[in-house]
């Protein structure tokens, strides 16, 4: 007996992507599988159900219409969905089928995570677009764009070279990774390190455009002088200045970001403005190349769980202050601000004491439309606080000869070499390694305890004065998030806490209300009661609360005030200001 053959994948596959009508913003996208085998019976078109950088469900599959498949002489085939991003065609014998569809592209602010179409612009990101070969995700592609008379496409895939609207990748997840800004836009360049690197703008006011280059130039050379060159062949951050709600932020990609930021920050481009930058920028190394070995290739069509989060995000999060002052855009105080607001943050978070590190990260997909974290803990934040007393202690122990920096590159170097991500735990074992020292003691408790973090002894080690202070407030014990207009729904509940207390559950809906810290809780003291009304499975009831007592912290950090020559010449080094 003998198994079927796998179908052989196909040997190219070609995308077209057709601006088909800017009024009812529409594209049309076809792909054409090519160099098919005999033996292939059927191939499988599928959408992503996620997107790379952000993890949540998105349903973009909603945007797409008008199926078509035509093998060889634009005969028809018969194309069978299976499920909602799952399209499989019987190929009876072709060498090539094409599979066709629409794309409504009305996406807000010039686009971000879905296709964007109008007069002047379009914005095709790749995974709400274009759907792969189930057969063929590791084949080589190529995309063409088909725009109306006069507009341009950008993207940061590979060139060919005199087709300014078609481009290569050497699979799937490459091409995917490049979205595509098309139309009339702004487009500055510089070479930075033997690389070029451009700057593509949308929105705002263009009289403007060229002091927020020049910044973000900046940015990208001390990026780069940080981590120890350009991973990348070619660079390029995509602007869109909307502030007609939605998304506002960055999102990675491989070669390339995206940024949605409210026009008005145009005139002030500064540290505030540009960590977001840096910290988009970062990812081309910390996630985009040293990656957790679940995130690529990648599964799209289910959640990937992963324990690292705390170190893709925080980690890059905790760089990019420094990332801007070494580029010259803000000063110490800047960076030491942008610490010490991460760590009233969490030492603000009740939800500290209940989730670790690694939970919140390999959890994520369990909290509602949201990628920061779960169970009320952003990774972001408690992961950029574990990086600065990660690089702090690295620094002290080997004489500031080790910083955090030098586990990314060390990272990178394994991931090039190995061609894969790395692995669970391999993090700790570099640090470690590099340090010279067992740090097992501090990364059980960063990562794998909810145990207070080392804050004060480890940055005064740094050079770093931490002013805490400390005030009583009063306390639900809960950690909550805005649902509905007046409804609140309660995220966690601490164990034996007043709310835990009064029998309320993670998942009901405080009602006629929309926060709690600000007027509820700032008007009251431990030991009063509240009365909520709250739902719970489409009932409505009444609870009285009493008011617990919870700690809370906030920070500002200077400078020691007669620091040792080690402890200045290390906070000048984890600040950006290198001696
Ligand atoms: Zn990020």
Redesign the pocket.
């Known amino acids: 007996m003998s198994a079927p053959a796998l179908p052989a994948p196909p040997a190219h596959v070609a995308y077209t992507v057709t601006v088909a009508d800017t009024q009812e913003r529409r594209l049309h996208v076809s792909l054409r599988a090519e160099g098919l085998t005999e033996g292939t019976q059927t191939l499988t078109f599928q959408l992503p159900a996620w997107t790379p950088?952000w993890y949540v469900l998105r349903g973009n599959e909603r945007n797409l219409s008008h199926f078509a498949v035509q093998g060889p002489n634009q005969s028809p085939l018969t194309v069978q969905q299976l499920d909602a991003r799952t399209w499989q065609v019987a190929v009876k014998g072709s060498k090539a089928v094409t599979f066709s569809y629409d794309v409504k592209a009305s996406d807000t602010g010039f686009g971000f995570f879905e296709p964007y179409l109008d007069q002047k612009h379009g914005f095709v990101p790749g995974p709400a677009t274009l759907a792969y070969v189930v057969e063929g995700k590791e084949t080589p592609c190529s995309v063409r764009y088909t725009v109306p008379e006069g507009w341009e496409v950008a993207s940061a895939n590979t060139p060919v070279p005199g087709q300014p609207h078609q481009f290569t990748a050497p699979n799937y997840d490459t091409l995917i990774d490049q979205p595509a800004e098309l139309g009339t836009f702004t487009r500055y360049q510089q070479t930075i390190e033997g690389v070029p690197v451009s700057v593509v703008m949308v929105g705002g006011e263009p009289a403007r455009y060229r002091r927020w280059a020049d910044g973000v130039f900046k940015i990208a050379q001390a990026g780069i002088k940080l981590l120890g060159g350009p991973p990348f062949e070619r660079y390029s951050f995509f602007f869109h200045f909307a502030n007609e709600g939605g998304f506002s932020g960055?999102?990675?990609h491989l070669n390339c970001t995206v940024l949605r930021i409210d026009p008005s920050n145009l005139d002030r481009p500064d540290g505030d403005n540009f960590a977001i930058v840096a910290?988009?920028f970062i990812?081309a190394w910390n996630?985009k190349r040293i990656r957790p070995a679940a995130l690529g290739p990648f599964d799209y069509t289910r959640p990937v769980r992963v324990k690292d989060l705390w170190f893709?995000?925080g980690v890059?999060?905790y760089f990019a202050p420094r990332v801007v002052v070494e580029a010259g855009l803000a000063t110490q105080r800047f960076w030491l601000g942008y610490q010490a607001e991460q760590l009233t943050q969490l030492m603000c978070n009740p939800a500290r004491h209940q989730v670790t590190l690694e939970e919140t990260s390999l959890k994520v997909w369990e909290s509602e439309n949201e990628s920061e974290g779960y169970g009320g803990l952003s990774y972001?934040n408690k992961g950029l606080v574990v990086g600065l007393l990660l690089d702090t202690e690295l620094r002290r122990r080997t004489e500031n000869r080790v910083g955090l920096e030098d586990v990314l590159k060390a990272l990178l170097a394994q991931c090039q070499k190995t061609g894969r991500g790395y692995s669970d735990g391999e993090i700790e074992r570099t640090a470690a390694r590099l340090a010279g020292a067992d740090l097992s003691a501090f990364f059980n408790r960063a990562l794998r305890s909810t145990e207070e973090l080392p804050i004060k002894e480890t940055l005064e080690a740094g050079g770093i004065f931490v002013d805490e202070s400390v005030t009583e407030t009063a306390t639900l014990g809960l950690t909550w998030e805005a649902a509905a207009a007046g409804q609140i729904r309660l995220k966690s509940v601490v164990p034996q806490g007043p709310a835990a207390q009064a029998g309320l559950r993670a998942g009901d809906l405080l009602l006629g209300l929309d926060d709690l810290q600000g007027g509820l809780l700032a008007q009251r003291v431990p030991g009063d009661s509240l009365t909520l009304r709250y739902q719970r499975g489409g009932e409505q009831y009444t609870v009285n609360v009493v008011l617990g007592k919870e700690e809370s912290r906030s920070y500002r950090l200077r400078p020691l005030p007669r620091p040792k020559p080690q402890q200045a010449a290390l906070l000048a080094r984890i600040s950006g200001l290198r001696p």
């Open positions: 950088g960055g999102l990675e910290h988009e990812h996630v893709a995000e890059t999060d972001y």
